[in-house]
């Protein structure tokens, strides 16, 4: 394929994601991720390294937090393990994304050092 058949990179998303259980959040974050990142289940067709528009409800909090990354990972339909389709989102390097990043580890406590499965590892 050549460059010019390719999506663009910067093709821009705005997904709407609401957590209500600690389970889903530890399910969802991506600690591994340099600045941390978001699964999030969806059957929109992207491609690595699109840039997405997220509004996150995180618990009880009556406030959407508006949030923005890149796609680093994706799970297609019919993968192996019966996993959700979705992806995975980096935060890009914000004091938004830093602030909400610090709020799930507030959160999320020492679950984070649980060895459960998640949506991406």
Known sequence: MSES????????GMLSLAIK???ALFAAFMPHIKGGGLFIPTNRPYQMG???YML???MDEPNKLPISGRVVWITPAGSQGNR???IGV?????EAATAVRQK???ILGNALKATRQTHTM
Request: charged share 30%.
């Open 5 to 12: 058949e390719k999506q663009p990179a910067g093709r821009a």
């Open 21 to 23: 259980e600690r389970t």
């Open 50 to 52: 699109d840039q997405v």
């Open 56 to 58: 996150l409800t995180l």
């Open 84 to 86: 959700q389709q979705g």
């Open 90 to 94: 980096q935060f890009d390097d914000t």
């Open 104 to 106: 799930i580890e507030g």
